[in-house]
């Protein structure tokens, strides 16, 4: 069975700063999918960034970007230029290829200090 | 683009009552999930449907049940409320491949069980 492991369960930062959050997994898959959601207070789940395992290319999102290091199964999140409305907790997700369900860390809760 | 909706958004009701919350999404998404989201526990699953009138059980199925004879509709039952389900619980969908199946969150159904 796959495990997501967020080791973080609080962070803060100051605006304007940049933050990693860390993600590891464990899984014997070759091929998968990762996830990074957001959840605001207002408790909706917000797709932030998706990685596929077969690209080497790290994927970015405007001021979100991955570092993802397959042999090491670690998939960090990296936010640049932080604001105020990054303020929300983060959950890392697996999805193996072909598979049905996610697999959710435990989240890390994100602050952004003025 | 309606997406996924969830009703009712907030729902107080008794030990033993049963509840039903309601699931609707208007992609024609093959998968469509249940989560609960408890404090130091992250999102767990449900169940989740592959298709209409095939469902399945996730992680924590206990005490809830669950039917899908459209595509479009997934609600989920409480038979007996316990005060162990107080929780929020999350509708999700995901097309069958595609899109780097990125699932879909509805904004959430607030459940307290007094």
């Known amino acids: 069975a796959q495990t997501v492991t967020q080791s973080q369960p609080e962070m803060s930062v100051q605006e304007a700063e940049t933050v990693t959050l860390s993600c590891t997994y464990d899984t014997s898959e070759s091929n998968y999918y990762l996830f990074w959601y957001k959840q605001p207070p207002s408790r909706q789940m917000i797709l932030v960034i998706r990685?596929?395992?077969?690209?080497?290319q790290n994927a970015t999102e405007n001021r979100f970007s991955v570092n993802f290091q397959k042999a090491a199964k670690s998939f960090s999140l990296k936010i640049s230029d932080s604001q105020l409305g990054d303020t929300a907790m983060y959950f890392c997700a697996f999805m193996r290829d072909y598979g049905q369900n996610f697999v959710f860390g435990p989240g890390t809760r994100l602050s952004v200090l003025p | 683009d309606a997406g996924i909706t969830q009703s009712p958004r907030y729902k107080i009701t008794e030990t033993g009552r049963q509840v039903t919350l309601m699931c609707h999404q208007t992609w024609s998404h093959s998968y469509m999930f249940w989560y609960r989201q408890d404090l130091g526990h992250g999102l767990r699953l449900i169940y989740y449907?592959?298709?209409?009138?095939?469902?399945d059980k996730g992680e924590v199925p206990d005490g809830y049940v669950v039917s899908r004879s459209k595509t479009e509709n997934f609600p989920l039952t409480l038979e007996s409320a316990t005060r162990s389900q107080t929780s929020v619980y999350f509708c999700?969908?995901?097309?069958?491949?595609?899109?780097?199946?990125?699932?879909?969150f509805g904004e959430g159904s607030w459940l307290t069980v007094v």
């Open positions: 999700a969908s995901r097309e069958r491949q595609g899109a780097g199946n990125t699932i879909y």
């Open positions: 990685q596929e395992a077969y690209k080497q």
């Open positions: 449907s592959a298709a209409a009138d095939i469902t």
